[in-house]
C-alpha cells in the first residue's frame, strides 16, 4: 500500500519556467504602474509617465534645445556678460556629466524639485543616501522644476474599499475579503443594525427553476436580543433616525452566503463544493410593541436557486446591551454625548466551550481571550455614585456579532482594554 | 531574512521582486490542489501576489512565518472568488507539472494527482485545508493554528484524521484497480 505521507510529497505540482517569467513579468508591470501612479498622486498634477525613458529621452532633447538657444541668447557683444552665470540663471542648475546616463532603478519615480528641497531633505525623505541619488540623477545639484528619479517610498493612495469599522480576527474569514457599502438612499442608515440567523426560504418553487430567477421576497426576525422600546429609540437615534415609528424602515446592504443547489437534466442535484458569495439587499422593519423588535425582510436579487442563505453576520454586525463598570471620565464621555462613536475594545475571557456555542462556530476555533472591537451605541440610565466608577447600561454594536452573542449569553467576562 | 525583505519592500515596492520568488512554489501547488486545472492555478496564483504588492504596505510582521501565512490567506480568498459557480470537472491536460522525477510518467503523475485532488476535496473543509498548507505549504503546526484561528492541538487532530481518511480513500483505490 501507498504511504500517503510519501504519496503527498511525490505529488507536488510546480509552476513551469514560462508561467513564472510570466508572472515575473507582471509583478514588474505593477511595481512600475504603482510607482508611476505615486508619482502622480504625489505632485498632484496629470503627468502620464507610461514610458519614463521615452519621457527622459524627450526631456533631455528639450534640455539640449533649451541651453543652445540660451547659450545664442547669452553671448552677447558684451564682454563683461559671464556666460556661466547666465546659464545658472536660466536654466535648471543640473550640472548633466557628458558621461553619466541617467538609468533610474526599478521601481523608482519622478519627483519634481520644488523650491523648499534640497539634496539633504529629499534623501531623507526617499531614505536613499545623498550622493546615490545624485549619481543616479547624473547631478550635481538641485533647483526647482527639476525632475530627479527617487526611489519609490511614498504611501500609496489605498485604492481598495474597505470596511468602516476593522474587524480583525473574525470568526468567519472566508468574508474576511468581502466590502461592506452601505445603501445610499436619502433616509438611509450609515451602519446595519441587528444579527441575522440562518434564514430560510419560504414558499420554494416545487421544482427548482433551472434558469436563474428572482427568488423573490422573504422575511423573518431577526434572531437578536429583543429591547426596551427606550433602548430601542436610542439605538435608532444612533442610526441617524429622529422620527422614528412602528415600521420604520431600514436600509442596509449585505452579503450573503449561498448553498446553490443547481438541478440538472437527469433530475438529479449539483452542489459546488465552493461556498460563492453574492451580494443582497434588505431592510429592516421596526416593531414596537411593548419591545422593540426589528424584523428583516430581504429582497434576494443576486441570489439564485438558492435553498438557504445566510446573511453574514460578519457585515450585520449585532446589537446588545451590556452593565460596564466604567471611569466617571468615560462616563462624563458618553453620558453628556449619549451616543458616542468612540470605540471600545473588549476583551472577552472565555474559560470553556460551553453548550450551545456549536450553533454559531467550531468551539476549536473559539479563542480563549478575544480583544472585540465594540462601539457604545447608548449609554443608559447613568447613575452616578459616590465612587469614583459608575455602573451604566451601555449599548454596544459589534462586528464580531456571534462571538459577542454568545460570550454575553454565557456572563463570559468583558471589560475594556487600552 | 524575510523580515527585512518585507520592510523593505513596503518602503519600496522593488523589493518585492526579491521577495516572492521564495514563495512561488508553495502558493502554486496549495492552489493547484484547490483548483486542479492549470490555468486557473496560474491566474490565482498571479493574483495572489498581485494582491500581496498592492497590499504589502498594510501587512504586519509578526514573527517567522508570517509573512507566508499572509499570503496563503490572499490565496484562500482569491480562489474562493475565483470558485464563484463554476465547475470543476478537469481534463488531463489541464493538469499542472508535478514535480519531474526521470523515472516516473508525468502522465502516471497527473492521473495519480487527480485521485488524491478529489480525496483531498471529499475532506472536510478544515482537515483539507491543514493538510494543504502543512504539505504542499510547508507550513508548522503552529503557523497553521495560527492562520485558520485553532489551536495547535487541534491542527494535529485535523492532520491526523484527515491524513487517516486520505489513506483509507486511496487503499480502496490501489484494492480495486
Known amino acids: ?418 | 531574512m524575510i523580515e527585512h525583505l518585507v520592510e523593505e519592500a513596503k518602503r519600496n515596492p522593488a523589493a518585492f521582486k526579491q521577495l516572492y520568488p521564495r514563495f512561488v512554489k508553495q502558493i502554486y501547488a496549495y492552489v493547484a490542489y484547490k483548483v486542479g486545472r492549470k490555468q486557473d492555478t496560474e491566474d490565482i496564483v498571479s493574483e495572489t501576489f498581485l494582491r500581496a504588492l498592492e497590499k504589502i504596505k498594510s501587512f504586519e510582521y509578526r514573527g517567522e512565518g508570517s509573512f507566508k501565512a499572509w499570503l496563503f490567506q490572499i490565496a484562500h480568498y482569491v480562489v474562493l472568488e475565483h470558485y464563484r459557480g463554476q465547475a470543476t470537472t478537469v481534463d488531463i491536460d489541464d493538469i499542472p507539472l508535478i514535480r519531474h522525477d526521470p523515472f516516473e510518467d508525468q502522465l502516471i503523475l497527473k492521473e495519480r494527482f487527480m485521485q488524491v485532488q478529489q480525496h483531498l476535496q471529499s475532506l472536510p473543509a478544515r482537515q483539507q485545508e491543514v493538510i494543504l498548507l502543512k504539505y504542499f505549504g510547508g507550513l508548522r503546526n503552529q503557523e497553521i493554528a495560527d492562520l485558520l484561528k485553532l489551536n495547535e492541538r487541534t491542527v494535529s487532530s485535523y492532520l491526523s484524521r484527515g491524513l487517516d481518511t486520505l489513506q483509507t480513500l486511496l487503499n480502496d483505490v490501489e484494492v480495486h484497480s
Open chain 1, 1 to 418: 500500500m501507498t504511504n500517503i505521507h510519501d504519496e503527498l510529497n511525490r505529488l507536488t505540482p510546480e509552476p513551469d519556467l514560462d508561467f513564472l517569467s510570466r508572472l515575473d513579468q507582471q509583478i514588474q508591470a505593477r511595481i512600475e504602474q504603482e510607482a508611476t501612479y505615486s508619482m502622480i498622486t504625489m505632485q498632484d498634477n496629470i503627468i502620464l509617465l507610461f514610458d519614463v525613458k521615452r519621457i527622459l529621452l524627450l526631456a533631455g532633447i528639450f534640455l539640449m534645445v533649451l541651453l543652445s538657444v540660451l547659450l545664442l541668447l547669452t553671448i552677447s557683444p558684451s564682454p563683461e556678460d559671464d556666460l556661466s552665470t547666465s546659464l545658472i540663471q536660466t536654466t535648471p542648475t543640473v550640472a548633466a556629466q557628458d558621461s553619466c546616463e541617467v538609468e533610474p532603478q526599478s521601481g523608482w519615480i519622478v519627483h519634481i524639485v520644488t523650491e523648499d528641497d534640497t539634496v539633504e531633505t529629499i534623501s531623507q525623505r526617499y531614505a536613499v543616501d545623498s550622493q546615490e541619488l545624485l549619481d543616479a540623477n547624473c547631478l550635481s545639484e538641485l533647483e526647482a522644476g527639476t525632475q530627479l528619479f527617487v526611489p519609490a517610498t511614498v504611501d500609496y493612495v489605498e485604492l481598495v474599499p474597505r470596511r468602516p469599522i476593522s474587524v480583525g480576527s473574525t470568526i468567519n474569514d472566508a468574508l474576511l475579503d468581502t466590502a461592506y457599502f452601505p445603501l445610499p438612499p436619502d433616509n438611509a442608515i450609515p451602519e446595519v443594525l441587528g444579527y441575522a440567523g440562518t434564514v430560510t426560504l419560504k414558499d420554494l418553487p416545487a421544482n427548482r427553476p433551472i434558469d436563474p430567477q428572482d427568488v423573490g421576497f422573504t422575511s423573518m426576525e431577526i434572531n437578536g436580543q429583543t429591547f426596551t422600546a427606550e433602548e430601542g429609540n436610542v439605538l435608532l437615534y444612533w442610526f441617524g433616525i429622529s422620527e422614528y415609528k412602528q415600521d420604520t424602515l431600514l436600509y442596509f446592504e449585505g452579503t450573503i452566503q449561498q448553498t446553490p443547489v443547481y438541478e440538472l437534466e437527469d433530475g438529479t442535484g449539483y452542489s459546488p463544493p465552493s461556498q460563492p458569495l453574492a451580494r443582497a439587499t434588505a431592510q429592516a422593519r421596526v416593531v414596537y410593541n411593548d419591545e422593540f423588535k426589528i424584523v428583516l425582510e430581504a429582497s434576494i436579487e443576486d441570489a439564485i436557486l438558492l435553498t438557504s442563505f445566510r446573511l453574514s453576520n460578519d457585515v450585520l454586525g449585532w446589537t446588545t446591551k451590556q452593565q460596564l463598570t466604567l471611569s466617571a471620565e468615560e462616563i462624563s464621555l458618553n453620558a453628556e454625548k449619549l451616543v458616542s462613536e468612540v470605540e471600545f475594545k473588549l476583551r472577552v475571557s472565555v474559560s470553556s466551550c460551553l453548550e450551545g456555542i456549536e450553533r454559531f462556530l467550531s468551539c476549536d476555533s473559539l479563542p480563549q481571550d478575544y480583544i472585540i472591537r465594540a462601539t457604545v451605541v447608548g449609554v443608559m440610565q447613568p447613575e452616578t455614585n459616590a465612587e469614583a466608577e459608575t455602573q451604566v447600561t451601555v449599548i454596544l454594536w459589534s462586528l464580531d456579532a456571534e462571538v459577542l452573542k454568545w460570550a454575553l449569553e454565557n456572563n463570559a467576562e468583558i471589560y475594556t482594554v487600552e
